[in-house]
Every structure is written in structure tokens, then in C-alpha cells.
């Protein structure tokens, strides 16, 4: 079945500053790869995904990139602001399964 | 709308018990997906249905945990007996397609506590 690693497991970034987190899969067939925040206490939401046919997808402040050749994305956060402090969830499915595998996690902590 | 509506919230057992998770998928939405989360292991998913139907049982821990889905608009899971290993945050996520492409939504999800 699909494996997801997820890096670093802890990131503290000034504010201001960005952040990275890198996930790799290895089930080559998976096509689409979600990520999620979940804040303490809090539900996991969807903040953004992407599919095997992109590259890059960007939304205000975050960004994602997908190399399928080396099997691995990553989740860009700029000009972070205290508010991204959470967990952040990568996630890998390959359609036609129907289920998503998730990353271990990475707690973001963002310095004032 | 609501949102995915679980209950309880908060649940505190002993070993032993029997255990039953409440969840009320967003009206409309045909999947629906029960995850487990601790901090060893992260977010699993135990079992999706689609459609009522349960499609992938294989993240079931074993025979002690089952789901149903009698209807559109409800779906339970259960853990009997309970042991302090099962203790977790279990959440509950649906969505409107059938396609896990498709925004999942979470529910609040219920914090299980097994002594």
C-alpha cells in the first residue's frame, strides 16, 4: 500500500519568514495529494491540494508543488503570520482506491 | 448547514465497556470516512462507506471495532470491549461526491479515553 513521509516533524519560523514542509510517497499511481491543518483542539481542514496533472498550485499565501519524478511535494507558506502556527497534514491517494494516506505530521510554530 | 455534526465529544470508559461513536455526515454528502488519531500513529482511516455501503473495511483494527451506516444520515462505530489502547480522538468526514478527490469535510471529532 501507499506510504507518505512527512519532514520535519517540528518547524519554528520567524514571523514573516517562510516555511517548507516536504512529503514523499511511494505508490507511483497516486494522483492526488491534499493538504490539511489542523489547529490545537481543532478538526483537520482542507487548505490545499493538488493533482498528478500540475506542478505548482497557489492560494494567497500558500503554495504546493508536486514532482511525480521524484515522488515527493511540499507545502510553501509565506510571509508566515502567528495564525499558521498548527499541525500541518500531507495526505496521498491514488483514485480508483479511494483512500487517503496521511503524513505523520508537522507541528508549525510561528515566532512573533 | 451544520457541518458534520459526532457525538459524544468527550468520552471516558473503562476497560471492558462498550464503546459507540455518533456521526451525522453533512446533508447531501454520500461518502463518509471514520479516522483514528494518536500521536504514535498519526491519522488512520478505519472505514469508508459510500452510498451506506462499506467499501474498505481494511483499516479496522480488528474484531472488537465495526461501523454501520443504516441510513444517509447517520453512521455509528463501535468498540466493544474497549482497552486503553483504543483510547484516541476518532473523527468522522464526509463528502459530497463519491470521488475522495472531493473536499472532505471533518467532523469535531470525539475524544475517547479508555481506563
Known amino acids: 500500500g501507499e506510504n507518505v513521509e512527512q519532514h520535519p516533524s517540528t518547524l519554528s519560523v520567524q514571523e514573516g519568514d517562510s516555511a517548507v514542509i516536504k512529503c514523499t510517497y511511494s505508490?507511483?499511481?497516486?494522483?492526488?495529494f491534499p493538504w490539511y491543518k489542523q489547529e490545537l483542539g481543532k478538526r483537520p481542514q482542507l487548505i490545499i491540494d493538488?493533482?498528478?496533472?500540475?506542478g505548482e498550485k497557489k492560494d494567497q499565501r500558500i503554495a504546493v508543488t508536486l514532482n511525480k519524478t521524484a515522488k515527493h511535494f511540499s507545502l510553501h507558506i509565506t510571509e508566515t503570520q502567528p495564525e499558521d502556527s498548527a499541525v500541518y497534514f500531507c495526505?496521498?491517494?491514488?483514485?480508483?482506491?479511494?483512500?487517503?494516506?496521511f503524513g505523520t505530521g508537522t507541528r508549525l510554530t510561528i515566532i512573533p | 448547514d451544520a457541518g458534520v455534526i459526532q457525538s459524544p465529544r468527550h468520552e471516558v470508559t473503562e476497560m471492558g465497556q462498550e464503546v459507540t461513536l455518533r456521526c451525522k455526515p453533512i446533508?447531501?454528502?454520500?461518502?463518509l470516512f471514520w479516522y483514528r488519531q494518536t500521536m504514535m500513529r498519526g491519522l488512520e482511516l478505519l472505514i469508508y462507506?459510500?452510498?451506506?455501503?462499506?467499501?474498505?473495511d481494511s483499516g479496522m483494527p480488528e474484531d472488537r471495532f465495526s461501523a454501520k451506516m443504516p441510513n444517509a444520515s447517520f453512521s455509528t462505530l463501535k468498540i466493544q470491549p474497549s482497552e486503553p489502547r483504543d483510547s484516541a480522538v476518532y473523527f468522522c468526514?464526509?463528502?459530497?461526491?463519491?470521488?475522495?478527490?472531493?473536499?472532505?469535510?471533518f467532523g469535531p471529532g470525539t475524544r475517547l479515553t479508555v481506563l
Open positions: 462507506f459510500n452510498n451506506n455501503v462499506p467499501i474498505d
Open positions: 493538488i493533482r498528478s496533472n500540475v
Open positions: 505508490d507511483s499511481a497516486s494522483n492526488y
Open positions: 495526505a496521498a491517494l491514488r483514485v480508483g482506491n479511494e483512500k487517503l494516506t
Open positions: 468526514a464526509t463528502l459530497r461526491g463519491d470521488r475522495v478527490t472531493d473536499t472532505q469535510y
Open positions: 446533508s447531501g454528502h454520500n461518502s
